[in-house]
Every structure is written in C-alpha cells, then in structure tokens.
Antibody, heavy 118, light 107 residues
C-alpha cells in the first residue's frame, strides 16, 4: 500500500527539541520531493519545509528557519524534521506530504501532534 | 512573500448546488496553484493541481481555472461528501503559502 506514516510527536516544554519521522512505503521514495506542512488547532494549513528527492535542495518557512531542520534517508525510505527551540506557537499537527511544485502534494500522512507547553 | 486570499470564507449550500470558490494571489503565480479539501480530523486531499488539472481519482464535478493572480474552484453539483474546508496553495516560489480556507457546509 502506498502510504506515509508520521511518528515522533508528543508533549515538549518550551525551548525543547523533538524529531519527527515519516516512513514511506509502497513507492520509490528516493524519486519524490517531500514537504512538511503543519496545522495549529482549529487553524489553517501552513507549509513548513521542502526537500528535493536527493536532499540537495532545502527550503524553510521563515517561522521555523534556524530552528527546524529537514532531512531524508532514501535508503531507509524516511523523512525527518528536527525541531529545536520549540515555542508554544509550534503546537500543531505535523503532516509529511509527497509532492512538487508542478503537481502539488498528492500523498499525505495521517499527521502527528506536537504540543509545546510547560 | 506571496499572500493568498480566498472568498468566501464560508458558504452554505445544498446537495446538487453549483459552488464556486475564488483564490487570489498577491502577485502573478502563473499556473502554480493547487486546490485541496480537508475534512475534520483528516489529512488534506489534493483535488486540482497546476490550476486546472484534475488529480487522478477525483470526481469530474471538480474543476479549476485561472492563471496569473485569479483562480477559481468549481463544484458542478455538490455531493454530501464534499462538505469540507477548501484550501488553495501556490507553489510558484517559497514559501508555498496556503490560502486561509473556505468552509463549505450544509444549508
């Protein structure tokens, strides 16, 4: 089955760190560009980060630049988001999504909730 | 950064109605515009990419049009499963901003 499964969310204190993972299956992960998108409770969607299929090109939203780091391991069919210096406003469901500029994000994971609170 | 707006912010409609949602970009984005819908507690689902291309498996009652700064999503005959929140997103340049969403609910 073609799917993405996120993990690693949870409760973390302000200033803390968390690493999210996204496990891909059912397709050739190394051929696809990937994104992280988040959604704060009751709010809209916010694009967070992009990584090219090889990992050589990376972009971030200004709101996370310098604090978050996206990476991938094509041998393990996995995408990661390292989140440091977490703030209350980072509280959200984080989705990994397969997609590119031309054809949008056609495959999404179920999301993992990150709660930043003391 | 390119800002995205949507109108209306919400609408009430009946099954069988024709529904139109508009998305506007703060500068030209060519045809780098995608449409998604999302139901509560679920991940977004891609409906339209590149402004007017129907994603595989999406019913033909969904259609998209536009280029430059003004875009439209049309549902020709609203079905019960279409009640959801609809988002546009540009992928012209980073950040790949989403619109604020349009809630489509039952009249």
């Amino acid at each position: 089955e073609v799917q993405l499964v996120e993990s690693g969310g949870g409760l973390v204190q302000p200033g803390g760190s968390l690493r999210l993972s996204c496990a891909a299956s059912g397709f050739t992960f190394s051929s696809y560009e990937m994104n992280w998108v988040r959604q704060a409770p009751g709010k809209g969607l916010e694009w967070v980060s992009y990584i090219s299929s090889s990992g050589s090109t990376i972009y971030y939203a200004d709101s996370v630049k310098g604090r978050f780091s996206i990476s991938r391991d094509n041998a393990k069919n996995s995408l990661y988001l390292q989140m440091n210096s977490l703030r209350a406003e980072d509280t959200a469901v984080y989705y990994c999504a397969r997609g590119n500029r031309l054809s949008g994000s056609s495959l999404w994971g179920q999301g993992t909730l990150v709660t930043v609170s003391s | 950064d390119i800002q995205m707006t949507q109108s209306p912010s919400s609408l009430s409609a009946s099954v069988g109605d024709r529904v139109t949602i508009t998305c506007r970009a703060s500068q030209s984005i060519s045809s780098y515009l995608n449409w998604y819908h999302q139901k509560p507690g679920k991940a977004p689902k891609l409906l339209i990419y590149a402004a007017s291309s129907l994603q595989s498996g999406v019913p033909s009652r969904f259609s998209g049009s536009g280029s430059g700064t003004d875009f439209t999503l049309t549902i020709s005959s609203l079905q019960p499963e279409d009640f959801a929140t609809y988002y546009c997103q540009h992928t012209y340049t980073t950040p790949f901003t989403f619109g604020p969403g349009t809630i489509v609910d039952i009249k």
